[in-house]
């Protein structure tokens, strides 16, 4: 997808700062953390969000989700992690590009919003 700020990340024309990558998924360290972890995890496959996740092969959907069990022992998330995914304007999401925040490495609010 033309003009999509993770289709180029993940092309690497956009420098970040990998932590996992296989054939589906490629997850990097966002640029504005709000934890002491936080890596966003994408599908390789262009869809917009949650929305539009219909659009994608049930096997991609999947890798998401091994990749971010994956990343949180990688990290060293022990103690739990919370998943997030907003999706369109009522979530704020910025990036139109479907995306797992990973949020971790202290203890999380236990009101989620
Ligand atoms: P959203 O608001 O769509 O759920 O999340 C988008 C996330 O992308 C935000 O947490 C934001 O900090 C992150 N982000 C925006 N631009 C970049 C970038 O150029 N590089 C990285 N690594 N993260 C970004
Ligand atoms: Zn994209």
New binding site residues.
Partial sequence: MENC?FCK?IHGE?P??KVYENDQVYA?????P?APV?V?VVPKKHVSSVAEISQLADADIAACLHAVSEIAVQEGLSGGYRV???CGPD??????HL?F?ILGGRQMAEQMA
């Fill in positions: 700020l990340i956009i970040s700062s990097f360290r966002d640029i504005n709000q936080h966003l997030i995914s907003n979530a704020c999401q910025s990036v139109p995306h925040h």
